[in-house]
């Protein structure tokens, strides 16, 4: 296994709690609490990256590239 490192993005939901969502990947989750609700995200993240691997897993070797673009500052933070 190998440690990796998303960035995530928690806003308070309309109805009480909050809603998180990685910035990477396709992945939302939701909690009642902050840390509920990044728990959850973790959770769906790992999910998520253990499907990509099977799907993956017998495939040709894949080329990571990194890319750099430019964002506006406000989404920064």
């Known amino acids: 296994m190998v440690t990796r490192s998303f960035t995530v993005v928690l806003e308070v939901a309309e109805e009480g709690g909050f809603i998180v969502k990685c910035l990477e990947l396709p992945v939302a989750s939701q909690g009642e609490t902050r840390e509920e609700a990044i ?3 973790k959770e769906a993240i790992e999910g998520y990256l253990e499907v990509k691997a099977e799907l993956f897993k017998n495939k040709a070797k894949l080329e ?4 750099f ?3 506006p ?3 920064v933070g």
């Open 39 to 41: 728990e959850n995200i």
């Open 64 to 67: 990571k590239v990194e890319v």
């Open 69 to 71: 673009v430019e964002a």
């Open 73 to 75: 500052s406000a989404l």
